[in-house]
Structure formats: C-alpha cells, structure tokens
C-alpha cells in the first residue's frame, strides 16, 4: 500500500511552521498498518498511489482549481483522493473516522522535508560565505522536533459567529493524554477550543502537569472562566512561552477587567497575550475605537495585544474599510512586542515616518493616524498615547 499527504498549509503559505495534525494522525494510522507513506511537496502525483490525502487548515491557503473541484469528489466512498480539513469545509468539515482520530500521531512525517530545508540553507550560507548556525536555524521547526501535539478537550459552548469551531455545543474530554504523548519529546502542546470549559478541567490538568514537560495550549484559553483555582494551578504550572487568552468583544470589557485583576494577583512573572479581534462587526470608527479601548485596558495590566483581522472563507472586510491603513498600522504596532512596550501608537508612526524616504510626504502609517486624529480628535486624545504598563486615570 502507498500512501501520499499533502500538506496544502506548508506548500501553499510562505513560512508555515506548523505541523498539520491530521496529516500525522494519517500517516501514523497507515504506517501501522506497513504501509509507504509520503509527505508530497506539490499537487501532482504518480498513478501508483493507492490514497491521497489532501488537508488544509486555512480558508486562503491557495491550492490549484482541481483540488477544489476533488473536494465534492473526495467525499465518495470510492474516491482514492480524500480532501479534508476547516481550509476547505470551514465548519463543515468531515470528521476523521475514530480509528485514525485517536491514533497516536507520526511525528516524523516531515523529518526528510526539514533535512532538506537544513540542507538547502547550508548550502546557500557556504556559498555566500557565511557560517551556518544550524541550531539557530532549527529554531523554526520546534513544533515539528520538540511537542506532542493533540487535543485533550473538544468542542465550545459560545458559539462565537466568527469560529469554525460551530460542532459542538458543550466542551467534553476528548483524547486521553497518552494517546499522543510522547515521553521523549520536550514539550506538550494543545490544540484544544476552550479547555478551561471542560467538567474535566481539574483533572485534566492534574495529569498535563504529572508530565513534568512544559505545555502550551496553542488556540489560547478562555480568560472569562478564569476562577481563583484555575488560576492557582495554571500560574504556577510549567507553561511554556506566553499564556494566551482573547479579547474579541468590547462589550466583555468589565468581565475581562475583573479577570485582569485576577491574572496580575497569580501571575508575577510570565507573559500574558491577548488576541483582540478587530473588523467583524464594522469597519468603521467605532470598531477602531473599541479596538484602542481594549488594547488601552490590557497595556494598562502590561499584557501584549495581538490584532487579529477578522476574515472568513470569502471575505477580508478590513481590507475595503476606510481605514484600512489605520488597521494594518495598529496591528504593526501591536503584534511586534518590542515594539508596543516601547512606544505609544504616536511614536510609532513618527518613528515610521523618520524612516520614510519620499521627502514631502506621509508615510501610510503617519498619514492614517493623522487622518483619523483629524476625524475624530477625541478619541486619538484618549488612545494615541497610551503607554504598556503606565498608571492609567481611565482605567484606575
């Protein structure tokens, strides 16, 4: 039997660095069954394989016509080529049959193609005469190398309009621990929807942490089921990088204000990362105001924005607003750590501007917060200057 996956995210989006679990799961199953299995690095294959298997997680990873047109074709019984994965079905998508859902996962379907890569940028560092720091290099392939990877939980009761995760109505246990942990792997990470919204949580966690190996929970976690247990035990775990939360509705901003408080009494000493949704439901001042008036709340308690621009399978409103110059601004402040804990919104733009080499006029960045400070000066008084971690009067 010879089996061929594709991994449409890795080919098809600059810099992916993320293994596709279900891709994993696939080859795991197969290889346990003494099958050949081949990791394709592009859309045409040879008429000896017995199954492909195509999966994206991304609505706007590109993949050729055809792929799309096997997508209705794929859902035959008899069909050898199999098209899976939120990229293509959104929150429609098939679920995996349970033999291969809960199979522990390859972890080395993509060994040969990170050789390569370590391979081709050697030679390309020998040949400009530069001496090739692999370890530095390899750095961008830890989720590959270093984590289990799974989910424990599944499902979310919030059903938010803008999530792909619409399955379930409830969070409920899913995968026992073991079921992809491998012991000699550094770390643990999971994929789970909204952990801390499972019966199960305090067990779960309990085990997660019996591991001794430092985890991360990838998707983030809901900060508004936060308790002063959960806090307890999550605060003082092993957690690998920052912990992850969202701010996606403004209306939410007292109970994320209460939860802050909460975070800064257990938390002295690790990160905490907030992604704010932005464009989903106007594009207009006031979306951009309620965006300020969260970052505002969480530079206050030193936690680091991250503007995440809402889009869908067929739509990126942001990109027809108004303001869509003052989007991609804010969200290149944001997003760049040393960045927003250094300089106010202001800043940043002047900063932009020195750098702008066409004497005379306006960077995008510069034109976009004069713009709207000229549109709506009261609100560029209250947000364009606000500070990571200073004392704050409308917030203290």
Not at 117 to 125: I, T, Y
Not at 192 to 210: H, K, T, Y
Not at 211 to 231: I, P
Not at 357 to 362: P, Q
């Amino acid at each position: 039997m010879k089996i061929g996956i594709i991994d449409a995210d890795l080919i098809g989006r600059d810099k992916h660095r993320f293994p596709n679990l279900v891709c994993e799961k696939i080859s795991g199953y197969w290889k346990g069954k003494g099958a050949e299995v081949h990791l394709l690095m592009d859309f045409s294959w040879s008429d000896d394989f017995d199954h492909i298997y195509i999966s994206k997680v991304f609505t706007d990873t590109p993949v050729p016509d055809f792929v799309d047109e096997l997508r209705d074709i794929s859902l035959e019984k008899t069909s050898k080529i199999h098209v899976g994965g939120t990229g293509f079905y959104f929150d429609k998508a098939p679920n995996l049959p349970d033999e291969v859902e809960h199979h522990m996962p390859d972890y080395h379907l993509y060994d040969e193609w990170i050789n390569g890569e370590v391979l081709r940028a050697k030679a390309e560092a020998e040949a400009k005469g530069i001496t090739f720091n692999q370890s530095r290099f390899m750095v961008q392939f830890k989720e590959y190398t270093d984590y289990s990877i799974g989910f424990i939980t599944r499902g979310c009761f919030r059903k938010c309009p803008f999530c792909v995760n619409q399955k379930f109505d409830h969070v409920f246990a899913h995968s026992p621990l073991e079921e992809f942990y491998d012991p000699s792997r550094k770390k643990l990470c999971f994929l789970d929807d909204n952990f801390l919204g499972c019966p199960q949580w305090r067990v779960l966690l309990e085990n997660i942490i019996a591991t001794g190996k430092q985890f991360k929970f990838k998707q983030g976690l809901d900060e508004r089921l936060l308790t002063d247990e959960k806090c307890r035990m999550l605060f003082s775990s092993s957690y690998d990088g920052d912990y992850t939360f969202a701010f996606d509705n403004v209306s939410d901003y007292d109970l994320i204000h209460d939860k802050l408080k909460m975070i800064r009494k257990y938390n002295k000493t690790k990160s905490v990362k907030f992604y704010v949704l932005v464009g989903f439901e106007s594009t207009d001042s006031n979306d951009i105001e309620n965006a300020l008036k969260r970052v505002e709340l969480l530079l206050h308690y030193r936690c680091l924005p991250y503007i995440m621009r809402y889009m869908d399978k067929n739509d990126t409103p942001w990109k027809r607003s108004h303001y869509r110059s003052l989007y991609i601004s804010i969200a290149r402040w944001c997003n760049q750590p040393s960045i927003v804990k250094k300089m106010t919104f202001r800043e940043f733009c002047i900063a932009n501007q020195a750098l702008h080499k066409t004497e005379g006029t306006l960077c995008s960045a510069m034109k976009s917060m004069t713009e709207f400070e000229n549109e709506y000066p009261d609100v560029a008084k209250r947000y364009f200057d606000i500070r990571f971690g200073e004392s704050n009067p409308n917030i203290d």
